[in-house]
């Protein structure tokens, strides 16, 4: 995508798979725990604080003050953020420069012999979604490309 349009957008969500309302319903009763908890304490429960300071900023919130006491709007921004961050990927290092992550998809989840989640089938997993990886060396790239073979054998299996 990136050699035919030059950029690639991306919305991600931040929340864990939160909707708006979910989130909107979460950070009140938050706040009404602690009523005076400032917005960044409040937004890095979700996320790591220097991400939630900045988008507090990035919506125009201060990061020092409750929540509820910021306009509806602001607030109303800062949920879709947080829901479906924007970003664009300009472009990459290559091979020789790529990292590996860690993913959110816990083992205990997937069917180990088909990669199948074991929630809802034929849902497939591979790769760094899954909580997995290991020391620098070419072990997290070959996991990729193994999961992905395993994961795509046995979802044409289907």
Not at 22 to 38: A, D, G, I, S, Y
Not at 60 to 73: F, H, L
Not at 122 to 144: A, Q
Request: aromatic share 4%; glycine share 8%.
């Amino acid at each position: 995508l990136l050699q035919k349009y030059g950029e690639v957008p991306l919305l991600i969500n931040l929340t864990r798979g939160l909707n708006e309302e979910e989130l909107r319903t979460r950070l009140n009763n938050e706040q009404k725990k602690v009523p005076n908890r400032v917005a960044r304490e409040l937004v890095a429960a979700l996320i790591p604080m220097p991400l939630a300071i900045e988008l507090c900023n990035l919506s125009q919130i201060d990061p020092e003050s409750p929540i509820n006491k910021q306009p509806a709007a602001k607030r109303d921004q800062l949920l879709k953020i947080l829901c479906s961050t924007p970003l664009t990927v300009i472009g990459h290092h290559g091979w020789d420069e790529a990292m590996v992550t860690r993913g959110g998809i816990s083992l205990k989840e997937v069917r180990p012999e088909t990669l199948e989640s074991r929630l809802i089938k034929g849902l497939y997993f591979c790769g760094e979604i899954l909580n997995l990886d290991g020391p620098c060396g070419g072990f997290n790239l070959h996991w990729c490309f193994a999961s992905g073979l395993l994961a795509g054998r046995s979802a044409a299996k289907e």
